[in-house]
Structures are given as C-alpha cells and as structure tokens.
C-alpha cells in the first residue's frame, strides 16, 4: 500500500543523483522531500519533478526535510558530509540515513581516497552514534540517466549497513528505481563500493563508457523475504 511506504528525505536533493533518486522514487509511488541547504533551491527542482510526472514531491531546508521523513538519504560531495550530518544529527536519530557519499579528493578522482576511518560510511555511523541505522548505497550508479524512465540503469548496488532489517528498507529502494540491491554486510564494508567508484570513474574515461557500472554474477538461492 502507498501509504505504507517510507517518507523520503534526499540531502542534497538539488543535484543530479539526488534528483535523479528523488525523480525515480516519486515516479514509484513514494513521498519525496528534496533537502537542501537552500529552501528555495529545493522547492524548485521539487515543482520541475511534479511538472513532469506529478506526485507527491516537495522541496525544504535540510533540517525540516531530515525531522518530516523516515527514510534520510544524503547525497552531497564529500566536502560536504560532515557539514550535513552535523546539521541534521538530530533530526535523524532513531531513523535509517542512507549514505552515498564517495570520498573523492579532486581533481584526482580517479584514484582511490579513503578516510582514516575506513570509509564515508563508517565515519557516518561513528559520527552519529548508535541511535542512527547508517546504511551504505548507491556509490556506483551513474547519475547520468536517472531521470529517463525508460532507460534499463545496468548497475547492480551493494548495500552495507550494520543492522540487517535497515538494509532491507534500502534494498527495497534499490528495488523501487528499477536496480538490482544485494545485501553486502556490515557497515565496515561500504569501502569496496566507495573505492570502486574511482575504479569506475577510470574505465569511464581510459573506455569512453557513458556510466560505467557493477554487476553481480551467479544465481541467488536464497529465500527472498
């Protein structure tokens, strides 16, 4: 049931990737608040999605977006992590945060850069203490054709996080905007998925790929939940 679904907050909502998650979610039924440190900024892209295709988007401060919703998705540069997660590190607590950021160091973004915690992930988690569900997603997905329905997103995700059920509600994300989410353990291994970003970001270049992406071989035998 549609009303049974999660309320979204996308951080850094005004960009392409959060935008593009914002514009897959809302065109699957779900309420979206694009966050952004600028209300107005994030009330526009809101109305350019509901022009498009209509339903429930809307747009506010990073602060009222993160205490509206249930589900909080932060997708801004690395620089800006920890300014966000500061701003917002009460307005999330007892709810799930999805991390997407990649520890990139411009301008050599094509070279793996990790921080001393291990990952941007880790240091979220750390950050925000235990009364947050940090779960790591999205790193490797090419912003590039998010906002084309149409378009088949050919990159699977790996989903890291410590509490199991959190990343569940995230692999159910995953599977919202139309991609393929695999459970990838513990929170301390969100670096593979944020060091093959650089890896990708290479080939893109040295294979002149439009959004070079991972898939994950072989048949599942699990039970599906």
């Not at 440190?37 to 809307?58: D, K, L, N, T």
């Not at 921080?115 to 790591?136: I, T």
């Amino acid at each position: 049931m549609a009303d049974e679904r999660p309320t979204i907050a996308v951080l850094g909502g005004t960009g392409d990737l959060g935008s593009g998650l914002a514009y897959r979610w809302v065109s699957a039924g779900y309420s979206v608040i694009l966050g952004s440190r600028s209300e107005e900024r994030a009330e526009a892209a809101a109305a350019a999605i509901a022009a498009e295709i209509g339903g429930s988007v809307s747009g506010k401060g990073n602060k009222d977006a993160a205490n509206m919703a249930d589900i909080i998705v932060l997708t801004v540069p690395y620089a800006n992590q920890r300014p966000s997660l500061e701003e917002v590190k009460a307005e999330v607590q007892g709810k799930i945060l999805v991390d997407v950021t990649v520890p990139l160091a411009p301008p050599k973004v094509a070279r793996v850069n990790l921080p001393e915690e291990g990952s941007a992930g880790k240091a979220a988690q750390l950050f925000l203490g235990e009364g947050v569900r940090v779960v790591s997603a999205f790193q490797n997905v090419a912003a590039a054709h998010l906002r084309d329905l149409d378009h088949v997103i050919d990159c699977d995700v790996l989903v890291s996080g410590d509490d199991p059920a959190a990343r569940e509600s995230v692999v159910a994300l995953v599977e919202a905007a139309s991609m393929r989410g695999w459970h990838a353990g513990p929170i301390d291994n969100a670096v593979v998925a944020e060091a093959l970003t650089s890896v990708l970001i290479h080939m893109n270049r040295r294979y002149k790929i439009a959004g070079a992406g991972i898939r994950i071989t072989g048949e599942s035998k699990a039970e599906s939940k």
